[in-house]
């Protein structure tokens, strides 16, 4: 019904930024919220971020202050942009949506890279 597809991933060096674009299709009726989700290699898939219909934010401890998500009007894209990257933020990161509905949705994610 949704496809999330999400671009914008690499590899940066450590203080790098990168900005991660994930772009919603298909039947989208209404999202209650979108968000950015992490998994390192070894490591469970945590939250980094979401953002609500009404524009407001959560961001995980581990990344306040250095990334930011924000979003289309119609929420059909949503942005993390990522300053001050550190290794720990090295993980393939996927873009989740929740419609009015109640189903979830995921993409199938982006690589982001971080030397030191």
């Known amino acids: 019904q949704v496809r999330l597809v999400e671009s914008g991933g690499g590899l940066v060096q450590a203080g790098g930024s990168l900005r991660l674009s994930c772009a919603a299709s298909g039947r989208i009726f209404s999202i209650n919220a979108m968000g950015w989700y992490r998994q390192a290699p070894g490591k469970s898939r945590e939250l980094v971020a979401t953002i609500n219909s009404d524009g407001s934010t959560t961001y995980a401890d581990s990344v306040k202050g250095r990334f930011t998500i924000s979003r289309e009007n119609a929420m059909n894209t949503v942005y993390l942009r990522m300053n001050s990257l550190k290794p720990e933020d090295a993980a393939v990161y996927y873009c989740?949506?929740?419609?009015?509905?109640?189903?979830?949705?995921w993409g199938q994610g982006t690589q982001v890279t971080v030397s030191s």
């Open positions: 989740n949506s929740r419609l009015g509905n109640g189903n979830v949705y």
